[in-house]
């Protein structure tokens, strides 16, 4: 995920300036719908893919693994918040003994009992 805002911010700091110093060149009304189109398939669209990309690459962490159900796992940043350290389908940082259930998991099962 970090990777994905790092190059986002890295398109943003070529194409902005590059937009702006086009703008004296360019009728003002093309200029807009440049910048635009530029700012779409330079900036917003490959965040997208890549994001789509990463969501794929990582689904199965997200949702079938033990630390998927656990409070310190960062879905956002597939992070174990304790360790700070990525888990995978075949490694998780504390060995499972870390494990504890989320706050709303909590709240349900004592509204059950
Ligand atoms: S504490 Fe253990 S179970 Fe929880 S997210 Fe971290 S590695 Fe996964």
Redesign the pocket.
Known sequence: MGGIVFWTIVRIVFLLPLLWISKDYLDFQLWWLISIFAIYVVIIHPAIVQYRLFEEKNKDIIHST??ST?R??DESAVL?M??DKH?TQNF???N?L???PHKKDIEYNDLES
Request: hydrophobic residues 25%.
């Open positions: 033990l630390c656990c310190h796992f174990c304790k360790y888990p998780l940082p504390c499972g870390d494990w504890e």
